[in-house]
């Protein structure tokens, strides 16, 4: 599977959650509704998606694209602000106060990051890159994915040295951390290969 047919289907899994989302009860009617378990899967699959395009990805459209800094660089921006976002989702509760308004900021925020990945980045990667490379980034993408943390990190810098090193230990963490609490079977299935 090609690189951006890999991201967009992780893409179109977290758009469906956020159709979910965008009616979820808020104050004590979000205690009791599940609320937690989908916003758990939102953070778990936002959290893999964006490591590894922040060590994959952004990258290989830095090096691709005479303007691919400053399109990586906007990424990386939006993607931290989801990160804090996201963060907060983790720390909070279902009801609390704040935590409503934190899930509908990111969805908006998640919504606008997709369409400009989609809409500006891709087009651009897509006429500057042959198939066999996107092919041969969407395995690095795939196997990546299979060790991403699973937590947002927003304090670890998105650096693609800093995320293969000290990221890849954040991610065997999170994954202990997920299989003692039983948070690894809130964990969204990966894209299907075909």
């Known amino acids: ?74 990424a990386i921006e939006q993607e931290q602000a989801g990160k804090e976002l996201l963060q907060q989702l983790e720390d909070g509760e279902p009801g609390e106060p704040g935590y409503h308004e934190a899930l509908q900021q990111f969805v908006h925020a998640g919504r606008d990051h997709i369409a400009y990945e989609q809409d500006v980045v891709w087009p651009l990667f897509q006429a ?12 690095k993408l795939e196997a990546a994915k299979k060790i991403a943390p699973t937590r947002p990190h927003p304090d670890t810098p998105p650096q693609p040295a800093v995320l293969k090193t000290m990221g890849m230990a954040t991610a065997v963490v999170d994954h202990v951390r997920d299989a003692a609490s039983g948070r690894a079977a809130d964990n969204p299935p990966d894209p299907q290969i075909h």
Request: proline fraction near 2%.
């Open 128 to 139: 500057a890159v042959a198939q066999d490379e996107l092919v041969k980034l969407g395995a």
């Open 1 to 74: 599977m090609d690189a951006l047919t890999f991201l967009r289907q992780d893409h179109q899994s977290v758009l469906g959650m956020f159709e979910v989302l965008d009616g979820a009860p808020s104050g004590t009617g979000a205690e009791i509704s599940g609320l937690r378990t989908m916003v758990t899967n939102l953070i778990i699959a936002e959290s893999q998606h964006e490591a590894i395009e922040e060590q994959i990805f952004w990258p290989a459209v830095r090096d691709a694209l005479e303007e691919g800094n400053a399109l990586a660089d906007k």
